[in-house]
């Protein structure tokens, strides 16, 4: 690496460091607001245009209240706990390709931290670390509720991450290659195959992947909500009956870095779902028409055009992240929580064998080229 | 007893269900009346019988409140404090009146007791303050509320 790549490396990390902690507020406030429109109340709307700065006075709030440590914890745990859950939810995002590439000189530019060729396992080993957090902080806090919730965390997780894992190996199957960047790619191209049948010119669509595996997109979408413990599956929290679970003992910025660690673990979920499923930064149909209307309108240059590219590319990877995010809250305050015993029936009696049948089929779709 | 429940495939299949919840979500989340009242700017109309904090009923600048004790005597809570005095004209009066609101349940007995008319419950309710307060007889004979 030479000094120019440290440079782009090192403004595509802060590029994404700024978007992730602005996503925590503003998600924090698209939950309360959201939430509370879909029960009819108003939410907050008092700090700023429509309350927008209510997260602001949240976050000023939080870093002046009192931070006291309990006397009955375990001290050294119980304060490296936030940080263990905290600091992988950071460092996923940066596998995910927001943008295609770009070429300056002779170089090219991705638009991704970092290319890595096992970038989905990267995502996966990472995330998993998360845990780790759940179940220090329930351990150390010394405290029956907080033992429970983690204790729930980590078996909810070891029950979903499984069909997680083998729902995405139908797309790792399909499109050949674990690196994200690769598979948003290969979803630029058009679907010709609807199983067995032929598809004419004009009903082609793109080959996305929730087109291509369908049962894989909804395996993994279930379990995203249980591995970023979310309703319906935020068991390890249940407000009602383990009070808070894990964060429980948890009090001001310590609590707010649970709080961080959950809003990124989402936005990491939507960054994967839109690049595993529905192409990633590839243009919405029409789009692409759009832009090149610009581009011939304005009369740019080669360069420019790229840069305008890159644009509509960045735009349309958030909307479809906006999409999923909003989704997360969306479920969370329709659907009621899953009793536990409900919970380990869905992930081991449902979606294990769902998401085993779902790979033979693609492979056995793939042996007769179909796909 | 746990009953089984018939179901149909559909719901058995929950996503089906699934979706229809996230429709109704939806439609509130756009086109539900909010009920949220905007405090400081709306307020809601409480009726006329709205019992809130007390004032003693005066007449020509005059308290009505003849110091007969029926108050303090019906008073649930033992809240109300009265020192009678008689005044020149050979009239009884009360020279330290005193609410401890604190303890007050807000149950209108001394209202409904008393034989003058004095003392009232009004229907103001914004009555938080920030230390521990007992309303004396100045207070207490300002005249808020109509009744
Ligand atoms: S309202 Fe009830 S509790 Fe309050 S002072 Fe009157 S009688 Fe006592
Ligand atoms: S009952 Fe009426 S008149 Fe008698 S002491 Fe109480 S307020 Fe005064």
New interface residues.
């Given amino acids: 690496m030479d000094t120019f790549d440290w440079i782009v490396t090192g403004a595509k990390a802060a590029f994404l460091v700024v978007i992730l902690l602005h996503v925590v507020p503003i998600m924090a406030w698209v939950e309360r607001r ?1 939430s ?7 939410g907050p709307n008092r700090v700023g245009p429509l309350g927008i700065f209510q997260s602001l006075a949240d976050a000023v709030k939080f870093i002046f209240k009192e931070d006291p440590v309990p006397g009955h914890v375990e001290p050294f745990y119980y304060v490296l706990a936030p940080l263990v859950s905290l600091v992988p939810a950071f460092m996923t995002f940066g596998v995910i390709p927001f943008a295609s590439s770009i070429q300056l000189g002779d170089r090219m530019i991705h638009f991704q931290v970092a290319d890595l060729n096992v970038g989905l396992l990267y995502v996966f080993s990472i995330a998993s670390l998360g845990v780790y957090g759940i179940i220090m902080a329930g351990w150390a806090s010394n405290n029956k509720y907080s033992m429970l919730g983690s204790l729930r965390s980590s078996s909810q997780m070891i029950s979903y991450e499984i069909s997680m894992g083998l729902s995405v190996i139908g797309i790792v199957m399909v499109f050949s290659s674990v690196k994200l960047g690769d598979i948003a790619t290969q979803q630029g191209e058009l679907l010709t195959h609807f199983g067995p049948l032929l598809l004419p010119e004009a009903l082609q669509f793109p080959r996305w992947g929730v087109f291509v595996q369908p049962v894989g997109f ?1 395996i993994f979408l279930v379990s995203v909500f249980a591995e970023t413990n979310r309703l319906p599956f935020d068991l390890p929290e249940g407000e009602s009956e383990i009070i808070a679970g894990y964060h429980l003992e948890y009090g001001s910025m310590k609590f707010a870095m649970f709080m961080m660690a959950e809003y990124l673990n989402m936005f990491t979920a939507s960054g994967l779902l839109a690049t595993l499923y529905l192409g990633g930064w590839q243009l919405f149909p029409g789009m692409g028409y759009v832009l090149h209307e610009v581009q011939a309108y304005f009369q740019m240059s080669a360069l420019a055009g790229d840069w305008t590219r890159i644009v509509f590319e960045v735009v349309s990877f958030g909307i479809k992240v906006g999409f999923f995010m909003w989704f997360f809250v ?2 969370r ?3 009621p929580r899953f009793r536990y015993d409900q919970l380990m029936d869905l992930g081991w009696k449902v979606m294990l064998p769902l998401s085993l049948a779902n790979i033979l089929i693609t492979s056995v779709f793939i042996f007769f080229g179909w796909v | 007893m746990l009953v089984k429940k018939k179901k149909g495939i559909f719901q058995e299949f929950y ?1 089906v269900e ?1 979706l229809k ?2 429709y ?3 439609k ?3 086109f ?5 009242l ?1 405090y400081p700017e709306e307020r809601r109309n409480y009726s006329e019988r709205f019992r809130g904090v007390h004032y003693i009923k005066a007449t020509n600048g005059v308290e009505n409140c003849t110091a007969c004790m029926l108050c303090p005597t019906v008073c649930p809570a033992e809240c109300i404090h009265i020192e009678a005095g008689e005044r020149a004209d050979k009239e009884k009066y009360p020279i330290r009146f005193e609410i401890d609101v604190l303890r007050c349940c807000f149950c209108g007995m001394c209202e409904e007791a008393c034989p003058k008319d004095a003392i009232k419950l009004s229907s103001i309710y914004e009555m938080s303050t920030t230390y521990r307060e007992v309303y004396d007889k100045s207070f207490l004979l300002e005249q808020r509320g109509n009744k």
């Fill in positions: 959201g509370a429109l879909i029960q009819n109340r108003l909804l969306w479920v305050w329709t659907l | 996503l699934i919840g996230l109704i979500t939806f509130n989340l756009f539900a009346r909010k009920v949220t905007q």
